[in-house]
C-alpha cells in the first residue's frame, strides 16, 4: 500500500470515527435542572427575545451572534479540488471552522449552498444577516467571488471577507514589507513580475498598490500570457496592469526584476530565471504542495535572495491563518460593519512588525530555533506565535474604530490584550509545539508491545507524519499479519524479535553490558543474559546502549512490572533518588500538570521535594514557567497533623533549594485554583495573581484518584504518565490507553529525546544496528 493510499485512509478514519464531522454545537450555559431549561427556553426565553424586539441591536447583549462567524462556500473552488460541490466542500468549512476556534476562539456555523448564480447566492446569504457577527466567504470560483463580495460587502452591517482573496494578500503584504527592509529597497521603486492573476493574485497586488507599489512596475501573467492592452478578456481591475506589448515572456519579464510572487502552478520558475534578476531579489513562491521555484534550487541560484512559500517546511511561510482568526476576532469585537482598507493595513502592519519582536521561547522551541530573529529566514511569525491573538486583533479593532465602522468601543487596551490571552489556554497550542518540534529532529521510538494494533496504527501516524523512526519489539510473523488485516503499512520500520537466534549476538552483548551493571546488586551472569530475551529489558539496552532514543511500554502490562526493567537498565539521573510520575491535562483553562500519580506511596517531605523540582523541571522543559501548589486538605496551617505538616515542611525544603521557584503550600486544591478565593483569604502567598499550572499530591493515592476524576468526569484530555527522573526516555503508557493518547506520550518521548539524546549514532555505529539503518533510510 502507498502512503498516499495510508494518507487517505486515515483521514477517512479521522473524520468518520466517534462522532462524524469535525464540529459540534456545546451550551454555555447551565442546562440540567428544569429551572435551567424554563430560563434556556420557555417561558424564560420570552424576556431577551422582547428586549431586542424593542432594541435590536440588544441581539449582541443575549445571544452568541457577537461571536459566530458564518464560514460560507458553494463549492466551486475548493483546494485544488476545484468545482466538486457543496456537499464536497464541507469538511474544509468545518475545518476552517476549527481554525477559527482554536486561533481566535470564534463560533462557526459551515453554511454550504447549492447555488451557482451570483445574485441568488447574495441573496441567499443576505438572509442569513441576523444570525451572524460575520461572514467568511470560502472556496467560491472567480470572477463570481469577486462580485459576491463587493456586494455583500454593500448590502450587509456586518464584516464579510473572502479570506482566498484578502488572507493571503495580507500575510504576503506583511512579508513583503519586511522582505524590502532587510533586502534595503523601496516598495515605489521595485519591479514586481506576478504569475497568476486569479482572485488571490489580484487582491495581493491591489494591497501592495496600497502599501505604495506603482501598477505601472507591475507584469502579470495568467494562464493565457502577459495581461496586455489588446485582451479582450480582461476585467476592470485587471486593465489597470495590463502592458502595451504582447510579447512579454516570463523568463524576459523575471530579468531584472526585484520581486516575483507566484500564485499559480508549480515548477514554472528555474535557477536561470532567478539569477537574471535584480540584486537581492525577492521571490514569493506560493503555489502549494508544489511551489513555482523549490526553495532549495532558489537559494542555490541566489545567495542574496529572499524566498517565502505556502509551506510549513522551509522558512517564510505565507499562511492565511496567520489573519482570518485574528481578523475577525478584533472585527468582532467592536461590532465592525465592514472589514475594510484601514483593517487590512492595520493587520498587515501588525503582522510585519510583530516579526521584528524578540521571539518568545515556546516559538523557538516550537521550530528547533535557540533564537529565531529577523532577517532573510524570519521576515513573518510564525503560526504558533502565541502573541499573534493580541497582536493583531488590536490592531484591527483600533483601525476599525478609527475609520469609523466600530459600533462599540474599546478603552482599555490592556485590558483587552488580557482578555484576548485568556480566551485560549495553551492546551491546542502546546500539543502543536510538540508535534512541529520532533517533526524538526525524528527520534528512534522502540515500542516493546508491537503486537497490538494501537501501537502498530501509532507507528505508522509517527513514521507518516515524520515525527519518529519506530522500532517494533514482537514476533515479526504475527506483527506483520496484524498490520496487513488491519491495511498498516510497516516498510521502513524494523520488526525486531529478541527471542529469535538472528539477535543471540544482540542479547550477548546486551546481557555483558547489564550484568556489569547489575553484578552485585541481584543479578547472576545466568539470570542478566535470560534477560534480554524480554522485550521490556532488550527495549531498555538499546535505549541505554545508543541503539534506540526512547522507549515506550506498558500499555498491557502492570505499571510496577514496567517500570522495573528502566530502573534497572537505564537507571536515574545524577542527584535523582526516586523516579517520579506526572500526568499533563489539557483543560479549557489551560495545561495542568500533576504529579506524583503513579509512582511514590507516601513520600517523606523530602521526597515530596525532590518530586516538586523534578515536575517543575519538566514544565520548563514544555517552554512554560512552572507555577507550583503543594496540596492538601489544609490551607497555610488550619491544621496540625502531621500530613499537612509534611506537605509545609516539604515546601520549606523547595524554596531553600529553588529560591526563585512560584511555589506554596500546604493548601487545598479549591483555594490554588480560585484566584478570587486566595487574594481574598490569603493575599501572602506566592501565588496571588499567578495561575497554577502544577499540583503536587501529598500521596499517591490523592494524585491518581485526582487525576483520574479530573480525566473522566472533568472531560480533560490526558497525556501520560510521564515518567520523571530518568536518565534516558523510557514511558510507560497506562493501561488501555487510546491511539491519541499513544501518540500524544509518543511526542512528549521525542521531545525528552531531544533534550537527554544529543547525539545520533554516526553510519560506523549504526553497521552494529542493522535495522536503525533500515529505519533511518
Known amino acids: 500500500m502507498q502512503k498516499k493510499q495510508l494518507r487517505k485512509e486515515q483521514a477517512l478514519e479521522y473524520h468518520s470515527k466517534g462522532r462524524p464531522g469535525k464540529i459540534e454545537v456545546v451550551p454555555t450555559k447551565e442546562a440540567k435542572t428544569q429551572r435551567d431549561l424554563s430560563l434556556a427556553y420557555s417561558p424564560g426565553v420570552a424576556e431577551p427575545c422582547k428586549e431586542i424586539h424593542k432594541n435590536v441591536e440588544e441581539v449582541y447583549k443575549y445571544t452568541a451572534k457577537g461571536n459566530l462567524v458564518a464560514v460560507i462556500s458553494n463549492g466551486t ?3 485544488g479540488l476545484g468545482d466538486i460541490g457543496p456537499e464536497a466542500s464541507k469538511p474544509v468549512m468545518e475545518g476552517k471552522g476549527v481554525l477559527f476556534k482554536i486561533f481566535a476562539d470564534i463560533d462557526v456555523f459551515d453554511i454550504e ?149 507566484g500564485l499559480s502552478v508549480g515548477n514554472v520558475v528555474t535557477p536561470e530565471m532567478v539569477k537574471t534578476m535584480a540584486r537581492r531579489p525577492i521571490v514569493f513562491a506560493m503555489a502549494n504542495p508544489d511551489p513555482e ?105 483600533r483601525a476599525a474604530m478609527e475609520s469609523g465602522v466600530a459600533q462599540t468601543q474599546i478603552d482599555n487596551w490592556d485590558a483587552y490584550a488580557i482578555e484576548l490571552n485568556r480566551r485560549l489556554g495553551l492546551d491546542n497550542q502546546l500539543m502543536r509545539v510538540l508535534s512541529t518540534k520532533a517533526r524538526i529532529n525524528p527520534k528512534r521510538i522502540v515500542f516493546a508491545e508491537a503486537d497490538n494494533i494501537k501501537i502498530l496504527k501509532v507507528a505508522q501516524l509517527l513514521y507518516n507524519d515524520g515525527v519518529a523512526f519506530p522500532m517494533l519489539l514482537g514476533d515479526e510473523k504475527k506483527i506483520r ?105 489539557l483543560t479549557k483553562k489551560g495545561p495542568l500538570f500533576l504529579a506524583d500519580t503513579t509512582v511514590n506511596f507516601n513520600p517523606t517531605a523530602e521526597e515530596l521535594a525532590d518530586i516538586t523540582l523534578l515536575v517543575a523541571r519538566e514544565v520548563q522543559q514544555f517552554n512554560l514557567t512552572p507555577r507550583v501548589a503543594l496540596l492538601s486538605y489544609s490551607n497555610f496551617g488550619t491544621s496540625d497533623s502531621p500530613e499537612a505538616r509534611l506537605v509545609a515542611e516539604a515546601r520549606k525544603i523547595v524554596k531553600q533549594r529553588e529560591p526563585n521557584l512560584i511555589v506554596d503550600g500546604e493548601m487545598q486544591a479549591s483555594v490554588a485554583l480560585n484566584q478570587e478565593l486566595i487574594k481574598e483569604n490569603y493575599p501572602f502567598s506566592e501565588l496571588v495573581d499567578q495561575e497554577v499550572n502544577t499540583l503536587v499530591f501529598p500521596n499517591l493515592a490523592a494524585g491518581n484518584i485526582a487525576y483520574n476524576l479530573l480525566k473522566e468526569v472533568g472531560g480533560a484530555d490526558a497525556i501520560g504518565p510521564i515518567l520523571l527522573g530518568l536518565k534516558k526516555p523510557v514511558h510507560v503508557l497506562q493501561l488501555g490507553s487510546t491511539v491519541r493518547q499513544i501518540y500524544n506520550v509518543a511526542l512528549v518521548a521525542i521531545v525528552d529525546a531531544q533534550i537527554k539524546c544529543k547525539n545520533t549514532p554516526s553510519d560506523e555505529e549504526g553497521k552494529k544496528a542493522p535495522w536503525w539503518k533500515r529505519a533511518r533510510h
Open 113 to 261: 449552498i447549492n447555488e451557482k448564480d451570483p445574485e441568488k447566492f447574495v441573496q441567499i446569504v443576505k438572509a442569513l444577516e441576523p444570525t451572524f457577527g460575520g461572514i467568511n466567504l470560502e472556496d467560491i470560483k472567480a470572477p463570481e467571488c469577486f462580485y459576491i463580495e463587493r456586494t455583500l460587502r454593500e448590502k450587509l452591517k456586518i464584516p464579510v471577507m473572502h479570506d482566498d482573496q484578502h488572507g493571503t494578500a495580507i500575510i504576503s503584504s506583511a512579508a513583503l514589507l519586511n522582505a524590502l527592509e532587510v533586502q534595503k529597497k523601496k516598495i515605489d521603486k521595485v519591479r514586481f513580475v506576478i504569475n497568476g492573476a486569479g482572485a488571490a493574485a489580484m487582491a495581493c497586488v491591489k494591497l501592495y498598490v496600497a502599501l505604495g507599489a506603482r501598477p505601472e512596475n507591475f507584469i502579470l501573467f495568467d494562464k493565457d500570457g502577459v495581461l496586455h492592452d489588446e485582451r479582450t478578456d480582461l476585467d476592470e481591475d485587471k486593465k489597470v496592469f495590463a502592458v502595451n506589448k504582447n510579447d512579454w515572456t516570463l523568463d524576459k519579464a523575471m530579468k531584472d526584476a526585484d520581486v516575483f510572487v
Open 481 to 585: 499479519h496484524l498490520a496487513a488485516s488491519n491495511q498498516i503499512e510497516l516498510d521502513g520500520m524494523p520488526v525486531i524479535n529478541p527471542y529469535n537466534d538472528e539477535y543471540e549476538e544482540q542479547r550477548k552483548r546486551f546481557g555483558e553490558i547489564f550484568f556489569q551493571k547489575r553484578q552485585r546488586r541481584g543479578f547472576n551472569k545466568y539470570e542478566a543474559f535470560k534477560r534480554m530475551r524480554d522485550r521490556l529489558y532488550f527495549g531498555c539496552m538499546m535505549v541505554e546502549t545508543g541503539e534506540a532514543d526512547a522507549m515506550i511500554s506498558g500499555l498491557t502490562k502492570n505499571y510496577p512490572d514496567t517500570i522495573r526493567p528502566a530502573l534497572q537498565v537505564i537507571g536515574t539521573e545524577d542527584g535523582v533518588k526516586k523516579i517520579a510520575g506526572m500526568y499533563l491535562l
Open 293 to 397: 521555484i523549490s526553495y532549495e534550487q532558489a537559494t542555490a541560484a541566489r545567495e542574496d535572495i529572499i524566498m517565502a512559500t505556502g509551506r510549513s517546511d522551509y522558512p517564510n511561510q505565507v499562511n492565511n491563518v496567520l489573519g482570518f482568526p485574528f481578523i475577525f476576532r478584533g472585527a468582532l469585537d467592536v461590532r465592525a460593519t465592514q472589514i475594510n482598507e484601514a483593517m487590512k493595513l492595520a493587520s498587515v502592519k501588525a503582522l510585519a512588525d510583530l516579526a521584528k519582536t524578540p521571539v518568545p521561547d515556546i516559538v523557538n522551541m516550537a521550530y528547533n530555533e535557540r533564537n529565531l530573529l529577523f532577517g532573510p529566514h524570519y521576515i513573518i511569525p510564525k503560526p504558533l506565535d502565541p502573541r499573534l491573538l493580541s497582536t493583531v486583533a488590536p490592531a484591527v479593532a
Open 77 to 79: 473552488a475548493v483546494l
